[in-house]
Each structure stands twice: as structure tokens, then as C-alpha cells.
């Protein structure tokens, strides 16, 4: 089993940046995807950013220019780099990471809060 720990939420104003942090437990050699989701209130949960093995990146039409994603495998840690925040990015944010033979494991989630 691996836990994925996610730190870097908190109340931000609208313009500020914030970076969250996701750390695997343990190294995974076989890595498919990690990516971020994220989940308002009311709303169903929705895809924000994907980093590949080979370091592909796709993101929402919603962040692009906004937020980057990016990986440091020494560390076993994928962080989101979230700029010029706007209150419709408030929510909770989850980590997700799958690997090459079907498993996926999921953060705890960590809350993101902008403030207009």
C-alpha cells in the first residue's frame, strides 16, 4: 500500500499563489500518471493537471498559464504550482497517482481556499 501525503493549502486572496506538495511513501518504480484533481463544493470532482512517465503534461483548459505541475522523482513528490489564484479555484484538492500495472492511489486531500 502507498500513502500519498499532501501539504501547501491554505486561505489565499485572489492574484496569490500557493504550491502544494504530494509525497509518495515509498519510491514506485512503475509510475503511469500523477496528477491533481480538485473538487468545489457542490461540484463533482474534476481533473486539473497530468504528468506522465516520460514527462507529459496536460492540463485543464480552466489553469493553463495558471498552475504547473511537475515531479521530482528523487523525492518521490509531485507538486502544483498554483498562480494568479481566483475564487473559482476553491476547493479541495486531491493527488492521484497510478501505476503501469492498473493500481491508483489517492491523497488525503488538502483545501484551497481564495478569497475575492
Known amino acids: 500500500q502507498v500513502q500519498l501525503m499532501e501539504s501547501g493549502g491554505g486561505l489565499v486572496q485572489a492574484g496569490g499563489s500557493l504550491r502544494l506538495s504530494c509525497a509518495a511513501s515509498r519510491s514506485i518504480g512503475s509510475i503511469n500518471v500523477m496528477a491533481w484533481y480538485r473538487q468545489a463544493p457542490g461540484k463533482q470532482r474534476e481533473l486539473v493537471a497530468t504528468?506522465?512517465?516520460?514527462?507529459?503534461?496536460n492540463y485543464a483548459d480552466s489553469v493553463k498559464g495558471r498552475f504547473t505541475i511537475s515531479r521530482d522523482n528523487a523525492k518521490n513528490t509531485v507538486y502544483l504550482q498554483m498562480n494568479s489564484l481566483k475564487p473559482e479555484d476553491t476547493g479541495v484538492y486531491y493527488c492521484?497517482?497510478?501505476?503501469?500495472?492498473?493500481?491508483?492511489?489517492w491523497g488525503q486531500g488538502t483545501q484551497v481556499t481564495v478569497s475575492s
Open positions: 504528468i506522465n512517465s516520460g514527462g507529459r503534461i
Open positions: 492521484y497517482l497510478s501505476t503501469t500495472y492498473g493500481t491508483g492511489y
